[in-house]
């Protein structure tokens, strides 16, 4: 019974205490609670976006997954996008192979007046924009509702130099096209497939993985299985492990 008036007592001075130590913290630490923020909305996402976009002074990294982008969505980027030109910044955008024929992204990019690079790969990481290597969104939800806002240094240029690394392993698209390299009549996106289909993922996975749908992926497999010789999908995983084609990848890398 006596213990209680003495719980009572002590526990006083230790809530004031913790009181006081949070104002500390917020006093002294106010970058560690901006450093990221979770926006909610699509609406609120695109003004967070649009801010960082207009402060932008130096360069614009970003990464565009699921292969070529609706004409509307082009036509609506394209003011906001020369005027991040106009005032000299750089731009450089990653895609996925898919949007190499796309005419839409090429009309896009043949109306900008300035510093644009565009290359692809045959995978990319989740959709990415670094705006002068200070601030960077991410999604924070499968169906894009919700999104990060990074403004770590150590955040943000972790981004970055994956950013860079993987736009050294592209394939240069715009303003100049290389052609995409083939190795005994393979070309690395049937090399990707191959991959995949020896990772035993079925045609839907495949699609989504390269940004393409799935009647394509099928008509790349079909090609890839005509190339190999195989009359089976089992048959065809059994070529690919003998061909050697998987092999001259991990080589090139």
């Known amino acids: 019974m006596t213990t209680e008036p003495h719980a009572h007592e002590a526990d006083e001075p230790c809530e004031a205490g913790s009181a006081l130590h949070c104002r500390a913290l917020r006093e002294t630490q ?74 839409p992204a090429l009309a896009h990019f043949e109306q900008l007046d300035g510093d644009v690079e565009v290359r692809t790969l045959d995978e990319v990481t989740e959709r990415l924009f670094i705006f002068d290597r ?61 991959t995949f289909l020896t990772e035993g993922l079925t045609d839907s996975e495949i699609s989504a993985r390269l940004g393409m749908n799935v009647r394509t992926a099928r008509v790349h497999i079909a090609k890839l299985a005509a190339i190999l010789g195989s009359e089976s999908r089992a048959q065809l995983g059994y070529l690919i492990g003998r061909s050697g084609i998987l092999d001259t990848e991990e080589t090139e890398g």
């Open 134 to 194: 200070k601030v960077a969104f991410i999604p924070a939800s499968k169906d894009r509702s919700r999104a990060l806002e990074l403004r770590h240094p150590a955040v943000v240029g972790y981004l970055a130099t994956t950013f860079d690394r993987l736009w050294r392993l592209a394939t240069p698209m715009w303003p100049q096209s290389a052609p995409q390299r083939a190795e005994n009549g393979i070309t690395t996106r049937q090399r990707a497939i191959a």
């Open 30 to 103: 106010p970058a560690a609670a901006s450093a990221t923020t979770e926006l909610r909305g699509i609406a609120r996402i695109n003004e967070a976006v649009s801010r960082a976009e207009a402060a932008a002074s130096q360069e614009v990294l970003t990464i565009q997954p699921g292969g070529a982008r609706p004409p509307d969505i082009l036509e609506a980027t394209l003011p906001r996008e020369q005027a991040l030109l106009t005032r000299g910044c750089r731009m450089r955008t990653l895609y996925q192979h898919t949007t190499r024929h796309s005419l």
